[in-house]
């Protein structure tokens, strides 16, 4: 718990759409300093040992768009151990962390002259329990092509489903609040052309 010191989790991957806690609030959040990348081989959950799947981490870069959920005081620490469990499993491949993350609040105000709606955002820098990738951990996909990561992506399945679904699924949460990552936009398009090319029969 000493690497979280707040009620906020920042999430970029798979907590976007599937955070599997309850929380009170759930705000879209920029956290400066890393980018989302596809870059950790998954032993369990979206592959297995004998053909390791890909899912997303946090690397050094410029900045990363996602959402930050605020949870209840007293469900600190059960939610803590919970999300060790589910990022950590089976090896403990991302590091937590508190960093600063901006947090966007969107209000609907009524025009004092006329009828219409206003949609004002204001922004609050919060601590929020991060998951950076671990450069150094075996998981860490060092020295991959992107030809190797995109037919990995479009075969690897897991305990949890395919990368496949799993990098769809991101984008979809993405382009539903309005976040654009052309990286994995072009990315997906390749594994989607991948995937087709596997089922196609031959002639």
């Given at each position: 718990?000493?690497?979280?010191?707040?009620c906020w989790?920042?999430?970029?991957?798979?907590?976007?759409?599937?955070?599997?806690?309850?929380?009170?609030?759930?705000?879209?959040?920029t956290l400066?300093?890393?980018?989302?990348?596809?870059?950790?081989?998954?032993?369990?959950?979206?592959?297995?040992?004998?053909?390791?799947?890909?899912v997303l981490?946090?690397?050094?870069?410029?900045?990363?768009?996602?959402?930050?959920?605020?949870?209840?005081?007293?469900?600190?620490?059960?939610?803590?151990?919970?999300?060790?469990?589910?990022?950590?499993?089976?090896?403990?491949?991302?590091?937590?962390?508190?960093?600063?993350?901006?947090?966007?609040?969107?209000?609907?105000?009524?025009?004092?002259?006329?009828?219409?709606?206003?949609?004002?955002?204001?922004?609050?820098?919060?601590?929020?329990?991060?998951?950076?990738?671990?450069?150094?951990?075996?998981?860490?996909?060092?020295?991959?092509?992107?030809?190797?990561?995109?037919?990995?992506?479009?075969?690897?399945?897991?305990?949890?489903?395919?990368?496949?679904?799993?990098?769809?699924?991101?984008?979809?949460?993405?382009?539903?609040?309005?976040?654009?990552?052309?990286?994995?936009?072009?990315?997906?398009?390749?594994?989607?052309?991948?995937?087709?090319?596997?089922?196609?029969?031959?002639?």
């Amino acid at each position: 718990m000493q690497a979280w010191r707040s009620c906020w989790i920042f999430a970029y991957g798979s907590l976007m759409w599937n955070p599997g806690f309850p929380f009170k609030r759930k705000l879209e959040a920029t956290l400066k300093g890393y980018t989302r990348s596809v870059c950790m081989y998954s032993y369990e959950a979206r592959g297995n040992r004998e053909f390791p799947g890909l899912v997303l981490g946090l690397i050094p870069g410029k900045h990363v768009h996602g959402f930050a959920f605020e949870v209840e005081e007293g469900m600190r620490e059960k939610i803590y151990n919970d999300l060790i469990q589910r990022e950590n499993t089976p090896l403990a491949c991302y590091i937590p962390c508190s960093l600063p993350v901006c947090v966007y609040e969107k209000d609907v105000f009524s025009s004092s002259l006329t009828d219409d709606k206003i949609l004002q955002s204001t922004y609050t820098d919060v601590e929020a329990l991060c998951f950076i990738a671990d450069p150094d951990h075996e998981q860490f996909a060092k020295a991959i092509t992107h030809e190797q990561r995109i037919n990995i992506i479009s075969k690897a399945k897991g305990t949890r489903g395919t990368s496949h679904a799993y990098l769809e699924a991101t984008l979809v949460c993405l382009r539903d609040c309005g976040i654009s990552d052309s990286e994995l936009e072009d990315l997906l398009l390749l594994v989607q052309d991948q995937v087709r090319l596997s089922i196609v029969p031959p002639n």
